[in-house]
């Protein structure tokens, strides 16, 4: 029996990218919605409520609206907004990040999957503050580029106007005011004291991301050079398909030089360590609509249904 998907929010770009990944795909069933009742209420209640699994792809405002029209118990969630990935009863869409967080996509309901900023911050900090490796007072700070698509249709629109100003000709950094809305999640998953100082750039690029964490060795216990800490990681996601643990050598292979767009088009993380011996630099390398979106999105759904973790996505 196929299983019934209702994605809330289809001609967004996440939405869009979900679509793309289910083609081929003889195990699943789409419930379609027509362009005029996108947006009408009880269209969306009726093709929830029929719906195994409804992926919502809306802002966050609607992304609730979407989950207060649920009155079919069994029907399970996967929501790819900011809404509720700090909430205690949703589960956090991030599976390599332990055996709990693993099986708690495998049986939960309510599945929150990462931001893609997040996803970078998280995939670094989470295993050596949890491991104590780094202490969660620990004043973290970090920055990351990133393609525009990340701003979703509206910024896309601004980026391929012909007629668009000289300012999008140049990266520009953003959240100035340190109010990213990301930071609050990297904060609660990561077991951070305070959420970290964050300098996030956009630039002229469609896709693909880079965030980099730097940290002084001296407060590292137990891993004080970037090859005891590149150990360290390798065995902690020893075994997941789409996490990569890059070797010393990769930084030769890159000439020095971290592209944003290194990983455009691909579904996995690459997690490099660099730096020397006082001063490592953690960097998560990925396709803000992959790993950071609708990949991890489609990643958690074959999670749910028993199938392969990677099936539909691009490594």
């Not at 690459?270 to 803000?288: C, H, I, P, S």
Request: net charge negative; hydrophobic share 35%; proline share 3%.
């Amino acid at each position: 029996m196929k299983t019934k998907i209702f994605i809330d929010g289809s001609e967004g770009t996440t939405g869009l990218r979900i679509h793309e990944r289910f083609m081929g795909r003889e195990d699943i069933e789409i419930l379609s919605i027509s362009q005029e009742l996108r947006k009408d209420e009880e269209e969306r209640r009726r093709l929830i409520n029929s719906s195994d699994i409804s992926i919502l792809c809306l802002p966050d405002a609607a992304a609730r609206e979407s989950v207060s029209l649920i009155e079919n118990e069994s029907v399970r969630i996967i929501d790819t907004s900011t809404a509720h990935r700090t909430k205690d009863d949703w589960s956090y869409g991030f599976p390599e990040l332990s055996a709990k967080h693993r099986q708690a996509v495998e049986k939960g309901k309510r599945i929150a999957v990462p931001g893609c900023h997040a996803t970078g911050f998280i995939s670094l900090l989470y295993p050596i503050v949890s491991e104590g490796i780094l202490s969660s007072e620990y004043p973290i700070s970090g920055f990351s580029i990133t393609g525009y698509s990340g701003g979703g249709k509206s910024m896309i629109a601004q980026y391929e106007d012909e007629n668009r100003a000289e300012e999008f000709d140049s990266p520009r950094e953003y959240a100035l005011s340190q109010q990213h809305k990301h930071l609050k999640e990297v904060k609660k998953i990561a077991g951070l004291s305070r959420e970290p100082l964050f300098s996030p750039i956009v630039a002229d690029y469609y896709s693909g991301m880079v965030v980099s964490v730097p940290v002084y060795t001296e407060f590292l216990k137990g891993c004080h050079t970037p090859d005891k800490l590149r150990l360290f990681f390798n065995d902690y996601y020893a075994g997941q398909k789409l996490i990569r643990v890059m070797p010393q050598s990769a930084e030769e292979e890159i000439k020095g030089m971290m592209a944003g767009n290194g990983c455009s088009g691909w579904d996995g993380l690459k997690l490099y360590v660099t730096g020397n011996e006082e001063r490592a630099v953690l960097t998560a390398q990925f396709d803000n609509l992959g790993k950071g979106a609708s990949g991890a999105a489609i990643q958690c759904l074959n999670i749910m249904l028993g199938c392969e973790e990677e099936k539909g996505l691009n490594l």
